[in-house]
DNA sequence: TTGAAAGCGCTAACAT
DNA sequence: ATGTTAGCGCTTTCAA
């Protein structure tokens, strides 16, 4: 069998809780017998066992990460991956592993409950898109340390981080206005796309400090498909006068848009200035590559690791926070030459 | 606190034995005992503490996946994460879950050795780019149930999981022989790419049963970004007689390759058929949108799930799979009109 | 078919 | 600064 805290003891010729200590880091040690006691472990190459620590101690160190992995979901959304390494990154740090667990809006708050439940894990990182009201209610009864990825689709009492998309949206529009574009058009996602509704806000913000009032007609929201944005750049490109510039709310938009866009000849940005969010791989890879505000979803996800880290350590923690400063990135589709 | 097996069997009128014994479907037990003791854990809102189980049994029902979880890698490799959702899958359905370990090629050995050491987990599931040979000795040494995600780029006594890349490379050519192409090009990845190496294998197989030679100054192979796509689609377009098709290892080259084709005014597919590997995003959104052999690597993740499940329950089981089946799909890249 | 009891390998409160 | 000891909540063997 493995070697136990048992035998270490033994041949440092000390008690157990003593190796425990030493394990623990606990300042009622000699650094004498500590320094003893380390050596005889890597001798004899203990290894405590996880469990049987988590089990005596009461905690688990590891988080739970609830999402919805249907299939494809890596490749419609990079997004939740890019965050979850974040995660991963801040608590690995502290000794702290993430626990994948799939489910969807229907089942997540029975799992939640069962995960607290049977104690699998310390604290929850919970993925905005799975969130249900009765998880919501779950947390903010039991005060489980947790943290939602991404704002919540309605009113609760519960923590969350998100990319501050309304200022993504002051960024872009304030870029364009600083090349001297005057009529500024905004193609975006559904209603109840949250991301594309506070960008346009976003936009409508930055736009009217700059005196420049987004025209209603200027504004087109639809599907988030390549199609759909080509079609509703078509539309735009029937206005006089021609929109100056256009701010897709996603990549796929974009994509759409700057192929209506080529097709009637307009020349980008010369014509036509095009920008949208997130450096996707799409961003560059286009023709012209999209200037694009940039999001670091994988600093929130630092964030939350950071935040979940403090919250199991002192319960009753809240946060309801927009996570810092996205990053302008200038290329061609903005700026002659660029990127 | 919360309640205890103690508990359940107390208000059960049974002992604790039985009730675990319920708990773990034990045979001996009647169906009505069981019956109660389930009725009583319900009604008392009992789940067994996680970690007591592990430690009890020695079991953690967890497997840890290790990977190089760098920033960008969501976007880079989605494979690994789709790969990853379906290991997730797959586990999950036993009662098991994934749990998360960031690592590169010089420190996963010894992670391994201390995830081993400290039973972390019953099994490993290790991306194929951060297996090490030190690893590789540690696995082969201790039978820890393991599977490797990818092929291995060296000889080992492993198990490993992986899709048959020379085959998607056989399935590629016969489609555009069957479409009446003769000269077919290929622009790959460098040397060390393996999964590269062995597309173009398969398309040289492939080429060769039809009578049909891959001719040396049709191979163009480099670093697999867009530019290097259109600079090697360049060379290709300055020989005498034209390639008819351009089979591309990948989507990025693919991408690159195409906008060189189309620089030079030649139609796809009319004049240069065109396809690549992996129905990745880009694929469907590139104009034209491409011809893929399309490989699951979701099944694989699955597939690996299921054997680490069956590793686990009887050790010294070993494996050295290509996965089955890639999928031909048909876009405007190689026949008119479609997709 | 059920129950009693001996751990599993640690942690932590308390005593020294 | 170190040691003694009582659990932590289960599983599992063995006896009944």
């Known amino acids: 069998m493995a070697v136990t805290i048992r035998d270490v003891a033994k041949a440092a010729g000390t008690s157990i809780s003593t190796v425990s200590k030493v394990i623990n880091r606990h300042y009622s040690i000699s650094e004498a017998t500590a320094e003893r006691v380390r050596q005889v472990m890597e001798e004899m190459n203990y290894h405590p066992m996880a469990s049987a620590q988590s089990f005596a101690s009461g ?15 890596a490749f419609d959304n990079p997004h939740m991956f890019e965050m979850l390494c974040g995660l991963e990154e801040a608590l690995q740090k502290r000794g702290y592993a993430v626990m994948l667990r799939s489910t969807d809006t229907t089942a ?74 005057r009529r500024v058009a905004f193609l975006g996602g559904g209603e109840h796309d949250l991301i594309s509704v506070h ?14 009032p987004l025209e209603e007609r200027y504004i087109w929201l639809g599907e988030s498909t390549r199609d759909e944005g080509a079609r509703m750049a ?8 021609l ?11 974009a994509l759409g848009c700057v192929a209506a866009v080529q097709r009637r000849g307009l020349r980008i940005p010369h014509d036509i200035a095009i920008m949208t969010f997130d450096d996707h791989p799409f961003s560059a890879l286009c023709d012209p590559p999209l200037s694009v505000v940039d999001i670091d979803v994988r600093e929130m996800g ?11 350590k002192k319960p009753n923690l809240q946060s309801q926070t927009h996570t810092a400063t996205p990053n302008l ?4 589709s903005t700026v002659e030459g660029q990127g």
């Open 59 to 73: 905690m688990t160190r590891k988080v739970a990460f609830l999402a919805a992995l249907q299939r494809d979901v």
């Open 243 to 253: 929109p100056d510039a256009i701010i897709c709310a996603n990549n796929v938009l």
């Open 108 to 181: 997540v708050s029975a799992l939640a409950e069962e995960v607290i439940a049977r104690r699998e894990c310390d604290a929850l990182a919970i993925h905005a898109s799975v969130l249900s009201r009765p998880l919501a209610a779950l947390l903010s009864r039991t005060r489980f340390p947790h943290v939602v990825l991404g704002q919540p689709g309605f009113a609760c009492q519960i923590s969350w981080i998100d990319i501050n998309n309304v200022y993504c949206g002051v960024l872009a529009s304030e870029h364009l206005v600083s090349l001297g574009r």
């Open 302 to 312: 630092v964030q939350a690791g950071k935040f979940l880290l403090s919250a199991i």
């Open 199 to 212: 960008r346009l806000e976003g936009v409508r913000q930055g736009l009217r400090e700059a005196d420049l």
């Open 234 to 241: 078509g539309q735009l490109l029937g206005l006089r006068p």
């Open 329 to 332: 990135i200038v290329r061609a």
